[in-house]
């Protein structure tokens, strides 16, 4: 069982296969500050991927980010869907802001998962 407080490497996408995956086969919404990828896993809980672009800023600013996402991530962890792979990234202009990164994480990743349950649910009446 994973600890809910701890940010371990099973919650974090390491491979570049896993993010191919969830660029080609999975969904995407974004928001003022955030645009998300998601896809499915097989996995009994969620995990997260950064792609944080020198577009956004220096190597200061995208670190700041960075460590934002993920915290933000790890605080709310109990509260996303399970099975997701979440590719984040900053939306270039956007200020970093550890309230709004949560808000606009939640609201994301809640938007995904309901897109990904209804191709799912087409996906089984089509077969």
Known sequence: M????????????????????????????ADEVLVMHAGRNDLNHSRIGLSVSRKVGGAIVRNRWKRLIREAFRASRTEFPENLDLVVRPRRGAKPDFRSILGSLRKLANQLAEKLTVSDSRDSEAT
């Open 2 to 29: 994973m600890s809910t407080q701890g940010f371990s490497r099973a919650c974090r996408i390491r491979h570049q296969t896993d993010f191919d995956r969830v660029y080609q086969t999975g969904c995407y919404a």
